[in-house]
Nanobody
């Protein structure tokens, strides 16, 4: 059993910042990749950013320079620092890890008002 606990979503004005966190626990040996996805109403879920166990990062073009992903391997935790938020960043944000199998968090709502 693997659990992902997400926190940090909320309502913020355009230009503001939020920090999402996701802590993984349960029965796994190691986590190779940790990432954040998002799904806006009427749209497909998309990868926002991910990070490997050795720190390599990958971002969707629309968030480059504004979002930063980081992780603590000892704590099995990943964060997403979101700055200069835009209304188009509004979505449910999901944490995902690859630990042999893929596991998803329950999602956290991020709403950016104009």
């Amino acid at each position: 059993q693997v659990q992902l606990v997400e926190s940090g979503g909320g309502l913020v004005q355009a230009g503001g910042s939020l920090r999402l966190s996701c802590a993984a626990s349960g029965n796994f040996f190691s986590i190779s990749v940790m990432g954040w996805y998002r799904q806006a109403p009427g749209k497909q879920r998309e990868l926002v950013a991910d990070i490997t166990s050795d720190g390599r990062t990958n971002y969707v073009d629309s968030v480059k320079g504004r979002f930063t992903i980081s992780r603590d391997n000892a704590k099995n935790t990943v964060w997403l620092q979101m700055n200069s938020l835009k209304p188009e960043d509004t979505a449910v944000y999901y944490c995902k890890i690859l630990a042999g199998l893929g596991y998803w968090g329950q999602g956290t709502q991020v709403t950016v008002s104009s």
